[in-house]
């Protein structure tokens, strides 16, 4: 594909339950990067994966969230016991040097 | 603490004049800055960036501008064009500090009416 995609494009769950969410990269970037948009805020970087190397996990707001690269292509982002404070427009964008990152459409998750 | 403040949450023009999109920030180790223009239910799409060596990048239609001095930068098109209407996210990253993590304002919604 010529840009980076996610899935689902929109996800309601009930509070307490978990959700993945699925990005797909542009093929040869090897960073890939999560960020969150709540409403009314700008976007917060969550975790950044570059090639073999250990992610940069810094911006995830508590250890419900975790976050997996496999083959250094496809990414899932978990989260785990979702609240309603989880609710927002989850971005994922991928990267070959770092500074220009092109971001998927991004999955809107609800939690009710 | 927000590092990247975008202070102006919207802004209209008319068609055909400049739009000026400003952007402020705290952290000194910043040293390139971007800016994203977002549709609605799209993802941001990469606009125009300038390296902290730099006080201007010039694109067509846009350009940038980096007062380090100030912490400020400025985004300037023009003449405005309808399609231009989007909100504009300004965002910052230390990218010799290796993680290339943007830090985003909270973006301004540019209304360019005809």
């Known amino acids: 594909g010529a840009g980076v995609s996610q899935s689902p494009s929109n996800k309601v769950t009930e509070k307490g339950k978990d959700v993945e969410l699925r990005c797909d990269p542009i093929?040869?970037?090897?960073?890939l990067y999560w960020y969150r948009q709540s409403l009314g805020q700008g976007l917060e970087f969550l975790i950044y994966?570059?090639?073999?190397?250990?992610?940069?996990k810094s911006g995830l707001p508590s250890d419900r969230f975790s976050a997996e690269r496999t083959g250094g292509s496809v990414s899932t982002l978990t989260i785990q016991r979702t609240q309603q404070e989880d609710s927002a427009v989850y971005l994922c964008?991928?990267?070959?040097?770092?500074?220009?990152?092109?971001f998927g459409p991004g999955t809107r998750l609800t939690v009710l | 603490d927000q590092q990247v403040k975008q202070n102006s949450p919207s802004l209209s023009v008319q068609e055909g004049r400049i739009s000026i999109l400003n952007c402020d920030y705290t952290?000194?180790?910043?040293?390139?800055f971007l800016w994203y223009k977002k549709y609605p239910a799209e993802g941001p799409t990469f606009l125009i960036s300038?390296?902290?060596?730099?006080d201007k990048n010039e694109d067509g239609r846009f350009t940038v501008f980096l007062n380090k001095s100030a912490k400020h930068l400025s985004l300037h098109i023009v003449p405005s064009q309808p399609g231009d209407s989007a909100v504009y996210f300004c965002?910052?990253?230390?990218?010799?500090?290796?993680?290339?993590?943007?830090?985003f304002g909270k973006g301004t919604k540019l209304s360019v009416i005809p």
């Open positions: 300038i390296s902290s060596i730099k």
């Open positions: 964008a991928s990267s070959l040097d770092g500074y220009e990152q092109f």
């Open positions: 994966f570059q090639g073999n190397s250990a992610p940069d």
């Open positions: 965002a910052a990253t230390r990218g010799r500090a290796g993680s290339y993590q943007l830090t």
């Open positions: 952290n000194s180790m910043f040293d390139y």
């Open positions: 093929s040869g970037h090897t960073a």
